[in-house]
């Protein structure tokens, strides 16, 4: 088991000191090894549950400090497929409040709301053609997130950037560029192994 990153206040700390403490959260708290089948349905030696991170009240303001900084400044809101997105565009949309720039969330129903105004879309109302920018935990084929990007342009919305935690590298940002979009994410997953592998490494063995 993987000792916890050191207490530090992630709202106070600088953000090249925020990114790397971040990442050892997720190395002791989202990442595992084993045998999983996957949303895809393809199967993997390894998974990550974000949500052990984006709920997690630390994890929760770190993780929103550092999109924020990553959001172009022309930013109208954030957006993300639910359930995945729901923590993540919630958090950054009250950092963004904190910084002086308030930036409302928009969460998007895989389903249309099966009463009332029969939504796809959650959040307040924004003038068409409002530059939204999605956000997504882990990408591995991209599907999640263009599903929402695309429910975010029907409704008359500009999308043209994707930002993820942690992208697995299995096809997720091509399929963004090649739906014209700009993406990129704060952890790769070949960073998220070979620090997981250094914290194991250092980690003493449990005494008998």
């Not at 030696?45 to 999109?67: D, E, F």
């Not at 090649?178 to 997953?189: D, H, P």
Request: charged share 20%; proline share 7%.
């Amino acid at each position: 088991m993987i000792d916890q990153p050191p207490t530090l206040n992630p709202a106070a700390a600088p953000l090249d000191t925020l990114r790397p403490w971040l990442l050892d959260l997720f190395c002791q708290r989202a990442y595992r090894e084993g045998d999983f089948v996957l949303s895809s349905g393809q199967r993997s030696s390894y998974y990550i549950n974000g949500k052990q991170v984006t709920l997690h009240p630390l994890g929760a303001v770190a993780i929103a400090r550092l999109l924020f900084a990553l959001l172009p400044p022309d930013t109208e809101a954030v957006a993300g497929l639910t359930l995945g997105a729901d923590p993540i565009v919630s958090a950054v949309s009250v950092i963004s409040a904190y910084e002086n720039r308030p930036i409302p969330a928009l969460i998007i129903r895989k389903e249309a709301k099966g009463h009332g105004t029969r939504a796809y879309i959650e959040g307040p109302e924004l003038p068409r053609a409002a530059k939204v920018v999605v956000l997504e935990d882990v990408v591995t084929t991209g599907q999640s997130a263009l599903k929402a990007v695309k429910r975010l342009q029907d409704a008359g919305y500009a999308v043209d950037r994707a930002i993820a935690l942690v992208d697995r590298n299995q096809g997720g940002a091509q399929l963004y560029r090649e739906a014209g979009l700009q993406f990129q994410s704060l952890y790769t997953i070949e960073e998220l192994q070979a620090r997981y592998q250094t914290l194991e490494r250092s980690t003493p063995e449990p005494r008998d």
